[in-house]
């Protein structure tokens, strides 16, 4: 049974910093690389940050490159953002989970419920 639990959203001014966290459990953790993904009010969820199962390669959305860092314990199975110089413009519901391809590929694949972040003074 596959479980993706967010935490460590919250409200931060502009400028200020945030430490998301993932633990996953249910399937290879150390064999799958993560991503974090984000939601905002009427839009479509999109891809933020990805990071290789061993952990030696990342990739960011350009919006976010410079401010965010994805890592990884694969011995915690734990997936972390950490988010500097945030902006009104990060505010959104962030989620951590697999490729997308790897989510639509399997039945019953889940999303967690995400962790609100809201960037505002």
């Known amino acids: 049974q596959v479980q993706l639990v967010e935490s460590g959203g919250g409200l931060v001014q502009p400028g200020g910093s945030l430490r998301l966290s993932c633990a996953a459990s249910?399937?290879?953790?150390?064999?799958?690389?993560m991503s974090w993904y984000r939601q905002a009010p009427g839009n479509e969820r999109e891809l933020v940050a990805a990071i290789t199962s061993a952990g030696g390669s990342t990739n960011y959305a350009d919006s976010v490159k410079g401010r965010f860092t994805i890592s990884r314990d694969n011995a915690k199975n734990t997936v972390y953002l950490q988010m500097n110089s945030l902006k009104p413009e990060d505010t959104a519901v962030y989620y951590c989970?697999?490729?997308?391809?790897?989510?639509?590929?399997?039945?019953?694949?889940?999303w967690g419920q995400g962790t609100q972040v809201t960037v505002s003074s």
């Open positions: 249910g399937f290879t953790f150390s064999s799958y690389a």
């Open positions: 989970n697999a490729d997308l391809a790897i989510i639509t590929a399997t039945p019953s694949w889940p």
